[in-house]
T-cell receptor
Framework: KNEVEQSPQNLTAQEGEFITINCSYSVGISALHWLQQHPGGGIVSLFM???GKKKHGRLIATINIQEKHSSLHITASHPRDSAVYIC???????????FGKGTKLSVKP | GAGVSQSPSNKVTEKGKDVELRCDPISGHTALYWYRQSLGQGLEFLIY????????KSGLPSDRFSAERTGGSVSTLTIQRTQQEDSAVYLC?????????????FGAGTRLSVL
């Protein structure tokens, strides 16, 4: 079993829909990251969470440490949101990230 | 530069050749990471450097892989006697420290193709 599991693996939405991507992990962590990877390959860090909730524009990320679960929400989705969204966790004091396999999001106009 | 810079952006090599991939981290960042993303696979950790500490090499898949970081800045990932399964995008990231509350900034990657 992977230490970081994401669902769904693929997601197709219509423009304007509310989107939720889920991430569950099985190890103790010091932080959880949500990353965005566009078709060209570049990776951008969206959020880093250790508790609670963060919001940036139309993106909201939440984490429940007790349940070892995080969600990434996109409100009023747009075709430019189409990308692979990757959940990654940092274990304890270790520096490296452990990645989920990503969720490929396609938003249709 | 403003971001993490990797070179070359693309590298095609023949099986059995050695390759070197370069990463210039963001100035002042003490932590540097190498990751690999194989076709259809998720990202996997290879190695990370934090300041003058011994690097964490626990993710290197074989002894054909090695990395150096000179002067606490530029890093080179070397793959000796390349194999076809080494074909992947190799990503470098840096952060101010390796502490849990630091965002990692990623380079655009080097796409390695081993023929």
């Amino acid at each position: 079993k992977n230490e970081v599991e994401q669902s769904p693996q693929n997601l197709t939405a219509q423009e304007g829909e509310f989107i939720t991507i889920n991430c569950s992990y099985s190890v103790g962590i010091s932080a959880l990251h949500w990353l965005q990877q566009h078709p060209g390959g570049g990776i951008v860090s969206l959020f880093m969470l250790s508790s609670g909730k963060k919001k940036h524009g139309r993106l909201i990320a939440t984490i429940n440490i007790q349940e070892k679960h995080s969600s990434l929400h996109i409100t009023a989705s747009h075709p430019r949101d189409s990308a692979v969204y990757i959940c990654a966790v940092r274990r304890g004091s270790q520096g490296n990230l452990i990645f989920g396999k990503g969720t490929k999001l396609s938003v249709k106009p | 530069g403003a971001g993490v810079s990797q070179s070359p952006s693309n590298k095609v090599t023949e099986k059995g050749k050695d390759v070197e991939l370069r990463c210039d981290p963001i100035s002042g960042h003490t932590a540097l990471y190498w990751y690999r993303q194989s076709l259809g696979q998720g990202l996997e950790f290879l190695i990370y450097f934090q300041g003058n500490s011994a690097p964490d090499k626990s993710g290197l898949p074989s002894d054909r892989f090695s990395a150096e970081r000179t002067g606490g800045s530029v890093s080179t990932l070397t793959i000796q006697r390349t194999q076809q399964e080494d074909s992947a995008v190799y990503l470098c990231a840096s952060s101010p420290t390796s502490g849990g509350q630091n965002i990692q900034y990623f380079g655009a990657g080097t796409r390695l193709s081993v023929l």
